[in-house]
């Protein structure tokens, strides 16, 4: 996740009280080269913390999915405007197998199911897809997971796994006492690794509350409309 500065952003457009950038210029996470973006903002799935887009790369006319999150300050209409790369320039079939804590069984059958969709196998990619989401609840229910549906399955999900520890963690990290909060403060010497990792502690932060969410419930929304089409 990268901030494009508010001297990148070229137009705006209105909507309601709130200035929402139209174009932008940033470096594109597909190509690498510095380009134009026209964001097609998705009014359709406001929050309380922003709006998702996508934009086209003017040199490659690929898309890019963009986050424009509300100011803290309600005074200022300007939103913040952060570009997406869901790979992040890398072979995210690499990163899973290189993760230690992702079960190889579903490793697996995650790259069964990348190759057969990508063979156009719509069938087999169906019943491989279907083999991931089993395996990944399996990872995590155990043997609690016999008998019982994939959609009981996901209710059942968040008595197993704990998704607020990671925010929580971060509570702890920013607390007051802490050097870390005084390296914020400008209390502290601030080295180049530092300056890093409060970037990529950023990147993940916004992609865990903002991204992926919106993705999630983006991808969702579309099936149920195509399945309530049939």
């Known amino acids: 996740m990268r901030r494009i500065l508010p001297g990148a952003i070229l137009s705006h457009t209105q909507y309601g009280y709130l200035k929402v950038p139209k174009n932008v210029k940033s470096q594109c996470p597909k190509c690498g080269k510095s380009s134009e973006f026209t964001l097609k903002t998705n009014y359709y799935q406001v929050t309380k913390r922003g709006l998702f887009a996508e934009g086209i790369c003017s040199e490659c006319k690929k898309p890019s999915e963009f986050v424009l999150m509300f100011n803290s300050n309600r005074l200022n209409r300007e939103l913040e405007v952060y570009i997406y790369s869901p790979s992040d320039l890398r072979d995210p079939l690499d990163q899973l197998e290189r993760n230690k ?33 089993e395996s990944v609840l399996k990872h995590f229910l155990g043997e609690d997971s016999n008998g019982l549906s994939l959609s009981q399955q996901f209710q059942q999900l968040p008595n197993y796994i704990d998704l607020t520890k990671q925010i929580q963690d971060v509570g702890y990290l920013v607390h007051p006492d802490g050097s870390f909060y005084e390296m914020l403060e400008l209390k502290r010497e601030i080295d180049d690794e530092t300056i890093t990792l409060v970037t990529e502690l950023l990147e993940v932060l916004i992609e865990y509350l903002f991204v992926l969410p919106e993705k999630i419930e983006s991808i969702h929304d579309k099936i149920e409309q195509k399945f309530k089409k049939g």
Do not use: G, T, W
């Not at 995650?110 to 169906?126: E, I, M």
């Open 101 to 133: 804590h992702i079960p190889i069984d579903l490793v697996r059958a995650y790259r069964s199911a990348l190759n057969v969709s990508q063979s156009k196998d719509n069938s087999a990619a169906a019943v491989m897809s279907k083999r991931v989401l």
